[in-house]
């Protein structure tokens, strides 16, 4: 089984930072991607970020967050982090962390485990 717990959320006021972090554990071997994704009530969970575990340069963003949002992992401490800068009251969501099942997709459908979430509010 895996398992992913997600920390780091809280209140922010507009502009400020946080850092989520995504602790995996159990049978993490062969980990093709990680990612996050984020929802609102009423809305469908969107997807944020991604990143090839075998490959620390490899990245991708939605456009709604590229340029202030970076995701990065360690590998050694089996964690995958995303770092939000110039925060916005409309990234005010529950955020996810998720494993791939396999390969590397920006596909919902592609993450199979998944956190239990944390909530990041951005004050305007």
């Known amino acids: 089984q895996v398992q992913l717990v997600e920390s780091g959320g809280g209140l922010v006021q507009a502009g400020g930072s946080l850092r989520l972090s995504c602790a995996l554990s159990?049978?993490?071997?062969?980990?093709?991607?990680m990612a996050w994704f984020r929802q609102t009530p009423g809305k469908e969970r969107e997807f944020v970020a991604a990143?090839?575990?075998?490959?620390?340069?490899?990245?991708f963003y939605a456009n709604s967050v590229k340029g202030r949002f970076t995701i990065s992992r360690d590998n050694a401490k089996n964690t995958a982090y995303l770092q939000m800068n110039s925060l916005k009251p409309e990234d005010t969501a529950v955020y996810y962390c998720?494993?791939?099942?396999?390969?590397?997709?920006?596909?919902?459908?592609?993450?199979?485990?998944w956190g239990q979430g944390t909530q990041v509010t951005v004050s305007s």
């Open positions: 159990g049978r993490t071997v062969n980990t093709d991607a």
């Open positions: 998720a494993r791939s099942v396999r390969g590397f997709s920006l596909l919902e459908s592609n993450y199979g485990y």
């Open positions: 990143i090839i575990w075998s490959d620390v340069g490899s990245a």
